[in-house]
T-cell receptor
Framework: SQTIHQWPATLVQPVGSPLSLECTVE??????LYWYRQAAGRGLQLLFY??????ISSEVPQNLSASRPQDRQFILSSKKLLLSDSGFYLC?????????????FGPGTRLTVL | GQSLEQPSEVTAVEGAIVQINCTYQ??????LSWYQQHDGGAPTFLSY????GLEETGRFSSFLSRSDSYGYLLLQELQMKDSASYFC???????????FGRGTSLIVHP
């Protein structure tokens, strides 16, 4: 069976500090991978997605970046965090089967920037 | 672009039936999905509709009307554990990546 891991679960960082969130998927090959951010009481905003190693698409301009160094590893980074980067970050994977493609979400990382 | 509208909050009592509506505006529509998210948890997939009509899965059903750009999630025999946020999400416009609505918070009272 497939599982998705994210760490850390919670993180408190000062403004201007770097960020690295990691996501790994087990039990599947060549998944599509996604990073979402969810602000309090809001929907899911797609930040990045990847259809393969080294292939990253960015949905919104921001001071975040993503990388996919291995097939089942997806990393979200920032060189200098802003207050507005606070939120709940969710990693997800899907089989990339087109219409009806179900997304499987990780447990999330709650980031607070002070 | 794409836009989705769903109520921000719905309340109901245990054992009742509740309907959560979702209207969307998009081009090149493929289908509508529903996800459930408990407070602090990960969203989980509930259903997907590509064609008009009702899809039933246990206590949950999802309906789609493509001509009206409208769908709803129907929850029957409500239980306290159904208290959660429910998101509709649309796939459209050449991309199979879903665009999520802002979610509906369902509060179930005893």
């Amino acid at each position: 069976s497939q599982t998705i891991h994210q760490w850390p679960a919670t993180l408190v960082q000062p403004v201007g500090s770097p960020l690295s969130l990691e996501c790994t998927v087990e039990g599947t090959s060549n998944p599509n991978l996604y990073w979402y951010r969810q602000a309090a009481g809001r929907g899911l905003q797609l930040l990045f997605y990847s259809v393969g190693i080294g292939q990253i698409s960015s949905e919104v301009p921001q001071n975040l970046s993503a990388s996919r160094p291995q097939d089942r590893q997806f990393i979200l980074s920032s060189k200098k965090l802003l207050l507005s980067d606070s939120g709940f970050y969710l990693c997800a994977w899907s089989l990339g089967q087109g219409a009806g493609d179900e997304q499987f979400f990780g447990p999330g990382t709650r980031l607070t920037v002070l | 672009g794409q836009s989705l509208e769903q109520p921000s909050e719905v309340t109901a009592v245990e054992g009742a039936i509740v309907q959560i509506n979702c209207t969307y505006q998009t081009s090149g529509f493929y289908g509508l999905s529903w996800y459930q998210q408990h407070d602090g948890g990960a969203p989980t997939f509930l259903s997907y509709n590509a064609l008009d009509g009702l899809e039933e899965t246990g206590r949950f059903s999802s309906f789609l009307s493509r001509s009206d750009s409208y769908g709803y999630l129907l929850l029957q025999e409500l239980q306290m554990k159904d208290s959660a946020s429910y998101f509709c999400a649309v796939q459209s416009g050449g991309s199979y990546i879903p665009t999520f609505g802002r979610g509906t918070s369902l509060i179930v009272h005893p």
